[in-house]
């Protein structure tokens, strides 16, 4: 009955210091996490500028490339299309058109001989 009782008083020690080392632990976690998240505000705060400049900045820099991209797409496009056409051109019109752009030519030389010719008289 001795040996028990005196037991008993040691083991409630011993449990009385776990939990209070658990709980000393949980304490030291629990304002670790408040100075971590503090910090963070903090950080959070001073930097929010920088950051969100610095999103913006990359922000504005992916816009910029996505327009680039889409614009040379575009000209691209164009490009082929206006080629396409052409070609088609060429072959619906072929010599008609050819004829069409001689005959152009020959009548912008008569009128510049003309205006040369008005010019000197």
């Not at 008993?8 to 030291?28: A, E, F, I, L």
């Not at 950051?51 to 910029?64: D, F, N, S, T």
Request: charge should be negative; include cysteine; aromatic fraction near 2%.
């Amino acid at each position: 009955m001795l040996t028990v009782a005196r037991g008993s008083p040691q083991r409630q020690q011993q449990q009385r210091q776990q939990q209070q080392r658990q709980q000393y632990r949980q304490q030291r976690r629990q304002q670790d996490r408040q100075q971590e998240r503090q910090q963070q505000r903090l950080q959070q705060r001073q930097g929010r500028r920088g950051l969100q400049e610095q999103q913006q900045q990359q922000q504005q820099q992916q816009q910029w490339l996505q327009r680039e991209e889409e614009e040379q797409e575009e000209q691209e496009q164009q490009h082929e299309q206006q080629q396409e056409q052409q070609e088609q051109q060429h072959v619906q019109l072929g010599a008609a058109q050819l004829q069409q752009q001689q005959q152009q030519q020959q009548e912008e030389e008569c009128y510049a001989d003309a205006e040369s010719g008005s010019g000197g008289g």
